[in-house]
């Protein structure tokens, strides 16, 4: 699976994703590529710019993906889980998003 950042960027990207699988998300902000001035956690989520992309890779295709992207800036943010929730890790390590996909898909609905 694949979803660009563009409109709402990684935590939008990563809500829709996990809310079209039903599955939910243990991301990682520590080690997404980033420039130096990126010291925020919401500038790092919800940066919207084109050519970014959350792509999903089944675990045993992971190297194989890994040796594609050679060259380009890529990294593993963190992995599918079948708890049905969104968790994010910030730039710094520690929490900072932490929502049911039940919540998620309400909220969703709710959007006039």
Known sequence: ACHD???GGLAVAAAEMALAGRL????SLSSLPHCNDVERDDVALFSESAGRFLIEVAPADA???EEMLAGIPHTCLGQVVEQEL???RGL????VLS???ADLARAW???P
């Open 5 to 7: 950042l563009s409109e």
């Open 63 to 65: 190297a194989a993906f």
């Open 24 to 27: 939910g998300l243990e991301l």
């Open 86 to 88: 969104l968790k994010v």
């Open 99 to 101: 929502c049911a996909i």
């Open 109 to 111: 609905k709710e959007v």
């Open 92 to 95: 710094n390590d520690v929490a």
